[in-house]
Every structure is written in structure tokens, then in C-alpha cells.
């Protein structure tokens, strides 16, 4: 009999997870760490949005066209030439302040930016196949490059047999590397013993403690996979982008109607079928017309353009824990979304925060309210906007998107 070929996941796929990262300017290929990389397109040392979307364009065609290395570089070269992207350049340090040489774009670069993106692209795509699957393919089989050329524990891991929803997959689903070229084989137990194969136990390697000492945060790694791949790119939530809610007053006004009721000393750190009716209308706005998915999150585009994460981790305050919201704040919820959604005005303002940092925010504003949106905490105000009428605005519902403002640049009216 014929050797069974399981279908390959299709461009639609990859170029779906592709299209909802949002995006991320960082310096340090370290400042974006893990599964942030999952969630946000970023470029070390790329550091305007307009240079990141010439290089997202581009790999947005190569995943949905299939285009090639070659072509991939003659199309994106002279668009970073033009912007003065090349070579070694030098640039300050924005965590440090100190100036260096850096190196920007080269053959090289380019090579890495297709290679990762579309190989991380495509295996994300295939683990949205393989849980679909998983009724009728129960097993991951990894899989490895046997050339020569793979890593030695690759090597030795190539041939493990555990089931899709072992935590294994949430280190070692690949690409576990820069330029890991390893696969996972989706398979059924008819499959597994037409070929004699079994579920096994893979081979473990020493581990150690890695800290990227640009964040601070400490990885427990196991030999064989490389700092900043120890996730599965296919499983990495959209929660973790999102900022805190900022509210006023405690929330207790109405017990009855508080998000995530509890005595005092509980905590809930996720959100009940009950939670989620509450807020409903708030989600169902952006498509996310369930509790799992509003859990999973998307990517969403305002009318201007710029992405925002929009998930339950919009109602996590900043120790992991879900907020309380009386009844007045939950209405102002569904305001908010109608805000979002359909403003008259999209801006930028500055504001001084609590411990005298400047800190940007993105305000919409419309006739049912304002909504700013931060890294550090959002909020949303019902009613009258009279006050609220600051900051620079790029985009108005008469005159669409305006004159570009780089939001790095403190500018106030």
C-alpha cells in the first residue's frame, strides 16, 4: 500500500495568524521576547512604523504567494536603501542611551526576517490544523531534518510520539530556533501501528536558567532550544498584550451585577460563562460572540489603521487578576465598543502619570463617550466629552487619515 501523505496546512492559514499580529517597534531583538513574537511584527532596530510596514508587505506576500528568498530580497532591498536601512549605521540605545554601530539591513538580515517569519507563520497555521484534527489525529510525531545539518538534540528528539495536548508541545512544538527546520506530524493510532510506532518518552537534556537582560526575565531552558523559543507559536494568547483598565471609584456599587462576584481574599483570574453574558456586548462588538473566544482574543484594526489586542485581558488589572465592575461600569463597557468602533475623532495625547512619567495614549472620541488606550492602562468615560478635545489628531471621520505624527515625538496642542 501506498505510503499515507497527510495534506499540508494551507498559505490561508499562516497568512490569517500572519495578518492579526499587531505590531511592536523594539531595538534589541530581546526587547520582544517569547510569545510576544507571536502576538506583534517587529524588526530589531526597525524603529518607525512605516519602515515595519515596507518589511511586513513583504513577507506578507512571500507567505500568501509563495515568493522565494531571492525575490523577497530584490523586491525589499531597495525600499530599505531608500530609507536608509542598510548596512551598518550608528543608533542609540533607547533602553541605555548609549550610542553604537549597529547593523541594520543586509543579505543576511533578510534571510533571517523571511526565514523566521514564515516559518513560524506556517507552523502556526499547521497547529490551528492540528487541533481541528485531533478527534481523528490524536498524536504529534516530531519530526527533523536529517541531513546532517539539524541540531544534535533535534536529531535525537526526531521520532517522539506524544499526544497533541502533552506540555511537552507548549517548548518543544517547533520551530525551536532560529532556522529550525523541524515539523509535527499529525498521526492516529491506525497510523501508528501500520508503521510500529508508539507513544514514547523523549529524551531529556540539561537545563538552565537564561536571562535576558533586557527585560529581566528569567527562562528555564532546556538544551536544544534557543533563548527566546521556548513556546509553542501556535498556542501563544493574545492576552498578555493588553493594558490594564483604569476605573473609577471600586466598583461596588451594585454587588449584584459585579464582574467576577466574590467574598474578599478570592481570587479569579479567569473569566465564567456568567462574567462573560455581563459583558457580552462589549466583545460580540469586535466578533468575539463567545467566552472562549473572547479567552483567545484578536487583532483589531481602528478606523485609522492601528491594531489593538481586544480580550478578556482587557478586564485583568495588573496582578493577573479579573476586575471587579459595578453595574455603571459594565453599561459603559458596550459605550466603550460603540467608541471604538465608530468614533468622529482618533488622536494621540500625553499625559503625566502617577509617578510623573509622561505616558502616550490613543483617544477616540465620539457623542457616547471617549476611550484611551495606553501601554500602561486604559479607561472609557460615558457621556459628554467636553474636556477631552486635546492631543494631536490623525484621523477624522470627515477627513480620514491625516498628515503622519510619529508618536515617539512629545507633541502637545
Known amino acids: 500500500m501506498a505510503e499515507e501523505v497527510l495534506p499540508l496546512v494551507k498559505p490561508v492559514e499562516a497568512i490569517a495568524w500572519f495578518k492579526a499580529k499587531g505590531w511592536q517597534i523594539g531595538f534589541d531583538w530581546r526587547d520582544v521576547w517569547q510569545e510576544e513574537h507571536a502576538r506583534a511584527f517587529t524588526v530589531a532596530k526597525a524603529m518607525s512604523r512605516d519602515l515595519l510596514e515596507d518589511i511586513r508587505a513583504a513577507v506578507t506576500r512571500a507567505i500568501d504567494e509563495g515568493t522565494t528568498l531571492d525575490q523577497f530580497s530584490k523586491e525589499l532591498r531597495p525600499r530599505l536603501v531608500a530609507r536608509g536601512w542598510w548596512g551598518r549605521k550608528l543608533m542609540k540605545d533607547p533602553a541605555t542611551g548609549v550610542e553604537k554601530v549597529v547593523q541594520l539591513g543586509s543579505p543576511a538580515r533578510l534571510r533571517t526576517i523571511y526565514q523566521v517569519n514564515l516559518r513560524s507563520s506556517y507552523m502556526a497555521g499547521r497547529w490551528q490544523r492540528i ?246 492602562f486604559w479607561r472609557w468615560h460615558g457621556g459628554s466629552n467636553a474636556g477631552f478635545r486635546r492631543g494631536k489628531l490623525v484621523w477624522t471621520r470627515e477627513e480620514g487619515v491625516l498628515a503622519a505624527f510619529d508618536p515617539r515625538q512629545p507633541r502637545h496642542p
Open 131 to 376: 487541533q481541528r484534527s485531533k478527534k481523528l489525529f490524536p498524536f504529534l510525531r516530531y519530526v527533523s531534518v536529517m541531513d546532517g545539518r539539524e541540531r544534535p538534540e533535534h536529531h535525537d528528539w526526531h521520532g517522539t510520539v506524544l499526544p497533541v495536548d502533552d506540555p511537552w508541545w507548549d517548548t518543544h512544538y517547533p520551530p525551536c530556533g532560529w532556522n529550525c527546520r523541524c515539523d509535527a506530524q499529525p498521526l492516529n493510532q491506525r497510523m501508528l501501528d501500520r508503521r510500529g510506532w508508539a507513544v514514547n518518552t523523549p529524551p531529556r537534556f540539561p537545563e538552565k536558567d537564561y536571562v535576558n537582560k533586557r527585560t529581566g526575565e528569567v527562562t528555564r531552558l532546556e538544551r536544544g532550544i534557543d533563548p527566546g523559543w521556548s513556546y509553542n507559536v501556535g498556542k501563544a494568547p493574545l492576552d498578555g498584550l493588553t493594558p490594564p483598565p483604569r476605573l473609577k471609584g471600586d466598583g461596588r456599587e451594585d454587588n449584584t451585577s459585579e464582574l467576577n462576584s466574590r467574598q474578599v481574599g478570592e481570587i479569579q483570574s479567569a473569566l465564567s460563562a456568567g462574567d462573560y453574558a455581563r459583558v457580552r456586548d462589549f466583545f460580540a462588538a469586535f466578533g468575539l460572540d463567545s467566552r472562549e473566544a473572547a479567552i483567545a482574543g484578536t487583532v483589531w484594526h481602528d478606523a485609522a489603521g492601528w491594531p489593538m489586542v481586544v480580550s478578556t485581558g482587557l478586564l485583568r488589572s495588573a496582578d493577573g487578576t479579573m476586575v471587579q465592575l459595578g453595574s455603571a461600569q459594565a453599561a459603559g463597557l458596550a459605550k466603550a465598543a460603540q467608541v471604538l468602533r465608530d468614533p468622529d475623532t482618533i488622536g494621540w495625547i500625553w499625559v503625566t502619570g502617577r509617578d510623573g512619567r509622561a505616558m502616550l495614549l490613543r483617544r477616540f472620541i465620539s457623542a457616547a463617550g471617549v476611550v484611551d488606550l495606553g501601554g500602561r
